[in-house]
């Protein structure tokens, strides 16, 4: 089943748009077997998680984190994932520069926004972005790559795409800026529920879980 589900994706999904497997609570074989299919990047939440199935997974693959991380997580995980898209504080960027200084790695980073101004949610607000961007090239082992968004979690349809298309907007802009230290290539948005609305707004990064794995039992 992962496998055709993959098949399928990859039919519908344009060039230029790649797909991060959001691989939270699956096992090692279960990402094996969306690799195997033709998955390139897996999208992993917790360190813990990573960890578990990181020796287990033998086909070559990218990882990218796509969760919330705590500082005290980072040292563990900076080796191991190709891509931070989660960077949400100078707290955090100051942790990923520090650790990546020590075994001399230059982190890709997406930094993450809080697009709708969620009051419980990480993310730089939408105002704060380019500031934050700017802030950020003091560090010399971080890359920012571009942003990434998840978007309220009840917002589906026509909702999440204008969500999506202040995303498009905020990118260009910061884009456009050229900013020191920021080669501004991806954009990461879209789940399971809204990634044609979110590559159709611009995405070239779409984040699925369920309609490759199916359902999950638990977060
Ligand atoms: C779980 C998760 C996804 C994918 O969710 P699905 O609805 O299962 O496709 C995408 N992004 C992040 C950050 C996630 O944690």
Redesign the pocket.
């Known amino acids: 089943m992962i496998e055709s589900n993959v098949r399928k994706l990859l039919d519908e999904i344009p060039p230029g748009v790649d797909i991060v497997a ?1 691989a ?1 609570t699956r096992s090692a074989s279960e990402i094996t077997c969306a690799v195997k299919a033709g998955v390139k990047i897996i ?1 992993e ?1 917790y360190a813990q998680e990573l960890l578990e199935v990181y020796d287990a997974v033998k086909e070559p693959v990218l990882w990218h984190f ?2 919330h991380i705590q500082t005290n997580k980072v040292r563990q995980i900076v080796e191991k994932v190709d891509m931070i898209e989660t960077l949400d504080s100078m707290r955090l960027a100051r942790e990923i520069d520090k650790r990546c200084a020590v075994i001399g790695k230059v982190m890709p980073v997406l930094v993450e926004i809080n697009i709708a101004r969620e009051s419980e949610k990480s993310g730089a607000r939408p105002e704060d972005t380019e500031d934050f961007v700017r802030a950020l090239a003091v560090y010399k082992n971080i890359e920012v790559k571009g942003l990434m968004t ?1 978007g309220p979690p009840d917002a589906d349809g026509e909702e999440a795409r204008s969500y999506f298309r202040q995303a498009r907007v905020l990118f260009d802009k910061i884009k456009n800026l050229a900013l020191k230290g920021a080669d501004m290539k991806y954009l990461s948005m879209g ?3 809204s990634y044609m609305a979110a590559v159709e707004e611009g995405a070239n990064l779409v ?5 490759i794995f199916g359902e ?1 039992n638990y977060d």
């Open positions: 959001a939270k999208g939440n796509i969760g998840m789940m399971t529920s984040r699925i879980g369920t309609k999950r």
